[in-house]
């Protein structure tokens, strides 16, 4: 691959740490900020790794994150917690609010916990998987400035807001559905302009709804909505979820950690667990998942085509091979973050 170089991810995640820590950040925070960008890195999800990292310091040094939040759990009810998040890093008040949601699950069967006051989280699967690893169904949503315009509009209307789906099968990998809810997510766009490459046509439009294939241009008009207006509808319904339910903000409200770098988001999510054992029994279900797995293998393809797979299949495929061969970082990415390594003496080599 051109203009990128490949690290080891251990490395790049060491040198993320240390980096939030010195930018500010409790230790712990600024070692799970940095996790959870290199886990996007590992599962090839490019556009929501380390890439994003320079921008998070910025973000840091201007306090439109708090490095150093107060995050707050209210008790709603049995079952419902809602997490002030205080403006901290997405990544940290999500997590927050994903442990809440599996300890209540934990007692009830069910967990639901919604966070107001908070920024970008990264990718959602981590948060899903969190609950995976307690032997738990996860599902993670957020709200996401305007970036989709409805078919046939010419103005944003709504974020892509992700949602993913974990569900655990305790074999290797689990079910893991992540998407967001335009053709592609904004950061891919970020990611081919850092790299200097086009993008497929239908992945956006520029500022006057004309199909492009320049990155650059792209980042000026907004995203198309996945499936046209049924993407459009379960944006709308991940931005209630998240913002307005939880008495956050939504819709054009919420900032954009690009176009508004000096303030808070205000990013909203929600983090709904459900117990499998309540249903079934772990060894059943892991039988009963097999048994779908093996299924969606038999099930015929056209030549040249990839078999049947459960969603995070491929990510889980990528990340063995990232672990072994490393990330590639976009070299206009590396001398930022070589620039930063120097501005807060981090010791820590890239």
């Known amino acids: 691959m051109e203009n990128v170089k490949n690290i080891q991810y251990k490395e790049l995640e060491a040198f993320l740490a240390e980096l939030f820590e010195k930018a500010?950040?409790?230790?712990?925070?600024?070692?799970?900020?940095?996790?959870?960008?290199?886990?996007?890195?590992?599962?090839?999800?490019?556009?929501?790794?380390?890439?994003?990292?320079?921008?998070?310091?910025?973000?840091?040094?201007?306090?439109?994150?708090?490095?150093?939040?107060?995050?707050?759990?209210?008790?709603?009810?049995?079952?419902?917690?809602?997490?002030?998040?205080?403006?901290?890093?997405?990544?940290?008040?999500?997590?927050?609010?994903?442990?809440?949601?599996?300890?209540?699950?934990?007692?009830?069967?069910?967990?639901?916990?919604?966070?107001?006051?908070?920024?970008?989280?990264?990718?959602?699967?981590?948060?899903?998987?969190?609950?995976?690893?307690?032997?738990?169904?996860?599902?993670?949503?957020?709200?996401?400035?305007?970036?989709?315009?409805?078919?046939?509009?010419?103005?944003?209307?709504?974020?892509?807001?992700?949602?993913?789906?974990?569900?655990?099968?305790?074999?290797?990998?689990?079910?893991?559905?992540?998407?967001?809810?335009?053709?592609?997510?904004?950061?891919?766009?970020?990611?081919?302009?850092?790299?200097?490459?086009?993008?497929?046509?239908?992945?956006?439009?520029?500022?006057?709804?004309?199909?492009?294939?320049d990155p650059e241009t792209a980042l000026k008009g907004f995203l198309l909505p996945v499936g046209g207006f049924k993407g459009l509808g379960l944006a709308y319904a991940m931005d209630i979820l998240s913002g307005l339910l939880t008495g956050g903000v939504f819709a054009d409200k919420i900032k954009s950690m690009y176009r508004n770098p000096t303030e808070p988001g205000k990013t909203g999510h929600m983090m709904i667990v459900i117990n499998a054992g309540a249903f079934i029994d772990k060894d059943t279900m892991h039988q009963r998942m097999k048994e779908y797995h093996e299924y969606l293998e038999s099930v015929p393809v056209s030549e040249g085509s990839m078999k049947l797979c459960f969603p995070g299949e491929v990510e889980h495929n990528c990340e063995k091979a990232r672990i072994k061969d490393g990330i590639p970082v976009p070299l206009t990415t590396l001398e930022k973050l070589k620039e930063l390594k120097e501005e807060y003496k981090v010791e820590a080599m890239i």
């Open 24 to 213: 500010g950040m409790y230790a712990e925070d600024a070692k799970w900020h940095a996790k959870s960008l290199i886990s996007a890195n590992l599962r090839g999800i490019d556009s929501h790794g380390v890439l994003r990292a320079p921008n998070y310091v910025e973000r840091i040094k201007c306090n439109a994150i708090n490095p150093k939040p107060n995050v707050k759990k209210t008790q709603l009810a049995p079952a419902v917690t809602l997490v002030d998040g205080d403006d901290a890093a997405g990544c940290v008040a999500a997590k927050a609010a994903m442990e809440q949601a599996i300890e209540n699950a934990k007692k009830y069967g069910v967990g639901v916990a919604g966070v107001m006051n908070s920024n970008h989280f990264g990718t959602a699967a981590q948060y899903a998987q969190m609950a995976v690893d307690a032997g738990m169904i996860g599902i993670a949503t957020t709200n996401v400035p305007t970036l989709i315009a409805a078919p046939g509009a010419k103005a944003k209307v709504v974020g892509n807001n992700p949602i993913a789906i974990g569900i655990p099968t305790y074999e290797d990998y689990p079910f893991m559905l992540d998407m967001s809810l335009s053709v592609v997510a904004e950061g891919k766009l970020r990611f081919a302009a850092a790299k200097g490459s086009k993008i497929p046509f239908g992945w956006a439009a520029d500022p006057d709804g004309n199909p492009t294939d």
